[in-house]
């Protein structure tokens, strides 16, 4: 956005200079925001509900503040059940501050929701609550998806202004209602004093907020009584009133924040206060305010210069202690650019022509991802969270906010009034004062990386042994066969590292130390690729998705109906196929067949069991091993990596384990690095003779041998080793029924296209992009998001009727 945050005041009102601790605070922001950059990122998804088997396509965009992040080169995607469990996690190249990828969600998968995590390493050093996370729902294979579902219970939070209820002073105190979705539930209700004294009648706009002032003297105490929207009545107690504090209140002006700061006119405790304001790691304002002859100043904080965005505003006593402190919106509509979509031809028609023309600025770079789905099934929310709303508000916010969008569709006194109760019932992040003050800086956990590396450890031998001189000779074998030589120096204690290393699915590295040649017979040498190993479990979490409503039926009908149509011609194509198997005299054995052949020997040969190709399956490396791999393949077979061993079970009975035919513990299986494994072959329970199959089934592993195994011969003399890689990027397949316009397969596609990669600049003005339409589709969603080199935003959606 290149809009640089200047100090745009200093003033003393009523008062001297400030003391060295306020100068400790201005120095620890300046090193903050030059070493400690915090990044914030969103992710555009090719709709906003899924069903078991579906695809989920996204790109994530990458922020620092307000401007594209230069920093991360590692982007981690990670996909949860309800209950926390690690079900894929994608790792993929940042380039140009975005990552592209997609998950499968498994055909198997029972649940109605799942969770994903999305984040750079640099992200974890701090605040991890601002770790990005996104909700969605699955529908047709759940159990749950009925309209008719119960909301949960409404519960009622006070947030005086500034953070506390002080004695003697008129306070703003705003409220929220919320379900434990967080949700939020309209309510009325009545204000009490402590004798049962009515004070005020309060009542929440639509999104379940308001406020009212309230003046409390000493040894006051208040309540609420309250209905919801149920009609049933609830009580709720305000916080505790202080009798001595700061009160600071905040009005949003034209190009301004008008403040003022009060204290109690008998205390004589702070007489003199600063109030500080800052914006993204930057302070854009300090006043020192004199309270020693009158009980209340203020003053006015300058916005017209200021990017939209949120800015925080402190009140600090002379100590450094923060004493109340609240956070703004700042919208000065300087924030986008013009894009727009077109349709120069138009068809609802089954596998309808339709084309669009992208029209984007011609004079800066400009980085975009479009999404065109079918609206029945993509539900009507237009206030939804967005790149727009996600980078500006939602991204630097703790909690949910419902329809965040809403508040940019104009500048109106009254979304001004609707957005800053949003402020005052959002907690926020950024800076820890009393770190700031002591000159404690973030502990980095996570140095910034860059891309891939290629991590070698000796082990087994002296470190002494290695000479200072020494490296690794590399030739570093791509999945294409692209070669390329790489000489690895030696750092210290036995590791050697390079990196800025970009290659996907998994490479080869061909290896010879360049001065001790017998080395490698002498020592084992472990490679590692300088990914961050996943989180295998985290905590069970409350969606923020509320049951469905009346409003959703035909979304959910539509879906569900979807899900039977695949499931169906699924159960066709394997009629047809085994009406083959019986009517061809002699068939061709499938590639499974085949790897069963080479592998399976004995009882474990043949037979109905589901085999797994992990030797062509490119999902493989998502999973962390042989476990993460197989759940929610199976039908039945539950696996739950909570803990140092995983845990099985199908019909509630244990499979039994076996790694090359010889039967194993689970510890044994999820030691092997998935990178090394050919085939796993599941039995169901009751299926094979093999010994140890009781009712939990079999589970046999494969280890990679014979052809699968050997090195290149056209590298002689050379150790090997397989190093995983970045997950492969799938491409979009988009039908043309121009060169084949009557398949044999219905289309019941519900995202029509995707593209996450459309550029324009001085050379690409307009992009026409042709699709075709589905056999069920009757309304089409078009949504268009991105940014420019500048770091101004975009976010178009159509729908086409």
């Known amino acids: 956005m290149n809009l640089k945050l200047f100090l745009l005041l200093v003033v003393t009102l009523y008062f001297p200079p400030l003391f060295s601790s306020a100068q400790m605070i201005d120095s620890m922001m300046k090193v903050y925001a030059a070493r400690f950059p915090q990044e914030k990122l969103y992710m555009q998804l090719d709709k906003k509900a899924y069903n078991p088997g579906d695809r989920i396509w996204y790109k994530a965009y990458i922020f620092t503040g307000f401007d594209p992040s230069p920093y991360s080169k590692n982007f981690y995607a990670e996909l949860y059940d309800a209950n926390g469990n690690l079900i894929l996690r994608n790792t993929g190249p940042i380039l140009e501050s975005c990552a592209i990828g997609s998950f499968d969600i498994p055909a198997a998968f029972t649940g109605t929701r799942v969770h994903i995590r999305a984040y750079t390493t640099w992200m974890l050093n701090f605040d991890s609550s601002f770790v990005y996370t996104k909700d969605l729902r699955i529908i047709g294979g759940s159990k749950d998806s009925s309209v008719n579902a119960v909301p949960s219970p409404t519960t009622l939070h006070f947030f005086p202004e500034g953070g506390e209820l002080v004695a003697g002073i008129e306070n ?9 979705y967080g949700q939020p539930r309209k309510l009325s209700g009545t204000l009490f004093d402590q004798s049962g004294k009515t004070l005020l009648s309060f009542s929440s706009n639509k999104y379940g907020m308001g406020k009212f002032l309230l003046a409390p003297e000493k040894q006051d105490a208040f309540y609420a009584t309250w209905k919801d929207e149920k009609g049933l009545e609830h009580r709720t107690e305000l916080p505790p009133v202080k009798t001595s504090g700061i009160v600071l209140r905040v009005l949003t002006a034209n190009q301004k924040l008008v403040f003022s700061v009060a204290r109690p006119s008998e205390s004589t405790a702070y007489q003199q206060i600063t109030v500080v304001a800052h914006m993204n790691q930057q302070m854009v304002y300090k006043a020192v305010v004199n309270l020693k002859d009158i009980f209340m100043s203020g003053g006015n904080i300058p916005t017209g210069q200021l990017p939209t965005g949120i800015i925080q505003v402190t009140v600090f006593d002379m100590n450094q202690t923060p004493l109340a402190e609240r956070i703004c919106f700042i919208n000065n509509h300087e924030y986008s650019f013009e894009a727009n979509i077109k349709m120069t031809s138009k068809s609802l028609n089954r596998r309808g022509r339709n084309e669009m023309e992208i029209e984007l600025p011609d004079t800066v770079k400009s980085n975009m991802s479009i999404s065109v789905t079918d609206a029945e099934v993509d539900g009507n929310k237009p206030w939804d969270d967005n790149i727009i709303s996600n980078l500006l508000l939602t991204g630097d916010l703790h909690g949910y906010v419902k329809d965040p969008y809403y508040y940019f569709q104009n500048n109106s006194d009254s979304l001004v009034q609707q957005l800053d109760l949003v402020m005052l019932t959002h907690g926020w992040r950024r800076f820890k004062w009393d770190d700031l003050i002591k000159g404690k800086t973030p502990v980095i956990k996570y140095p910034l990386d860059n891309f891939l590396s290629l991590n070698a450890e000796v082990l087994g031998v002296d470190y002494s042994r290695i000479s200072k001189d020494e490296s690794l000779n590399v030739i570093f074998q791509n999945k294409d066969s692209a070669s390329n030589m790489l000489s690895v120096p030696y750092a210290k204690n036995g590791k050697f590292q390079i990196g800025g290393l970009i290659f996907y699915d998994t490479a080869k590295a061909y290896y010879q130390f360049n001065v001790s040649r017998n080395l490698s017979n002498e ?52 009629r047809v196929q085994n009406l083959a198997a019986v009517t061809v005299i002699r068939r061709v054995k499938s590639d499974k067949e085949k790897l069963d052949e080479l592998y399976a020997t004995g009882l474990f040969s043949g037979g109905n069991a589901t085999i797994f190709d992990l030797l062509n399956d490119e999902n493989r490396y998502g999973a962390v091993d042989i476990f993460t791999y197989l759940q929610g393949k199976v039908a039945g077979l539950t696996i739950t990596t909570v803990g140092p061993t995983p845990s099985l079970s199908w019909r509630g009975s244990t499979p039994s384990l076996y790694l090359n035919e010889m039967q194993v513990d689970a510890n044994s299986l999820k030691s092997i690095n998935i990178s090394e494994l050919a085939m796993v072959k599941v039995f169901s329970p009751g299926t094979t003779s093999v010994m140890g199959n009781g009712a939990g089934g079999v589970i046999a592993v494969y280890t990679k041998k014979g052809r699968d195994k050997t090195p290149d011969p056209s590298i002689k003399g050379l150790e090997m080793t397989r190093i995983a890689g970045y997950n492969l990027v799938r491409e979009f397949y988009s039908p043309d029924y121009l060169i084949n316009p009557e398949p044999e397969n219905d289309d019941i596609r519900t995202t029509l296209y995707w593209n996450p990669i459309i550029v324009g600049g001085k050379a690409i003005h307009k992009i026409s992009i042709p699709f075709y339409n589905s056999d069920v589709t009757h309304q089409i969603r078009i949504i268009m998001e991105g ?3 500048e770091g101004k935003l975009a976010h178009i959606e159509k729908i086409i009727k």
């Open 172 to 180: 703003t105190v705003a409220f929220k209602a919320e379900d434990a």
């Open 523 to 574: 020592s084992a040498v472990i490679f590692k690729n300088g990914l961050l190993p996943p989180y295998r479990k985290i905590r069970p979490f409350d969606m923020s998705l509320a049951p469905w409503s009346p409003d959703d039926t035909s979304l959910v009908r539509k879906s569900q109906q979807i899900f039977s149509e695949v499931a169906r011609l699924h159960e066709q194509d394997k």
């Open 787 to 789: 940014f420019d080199e």
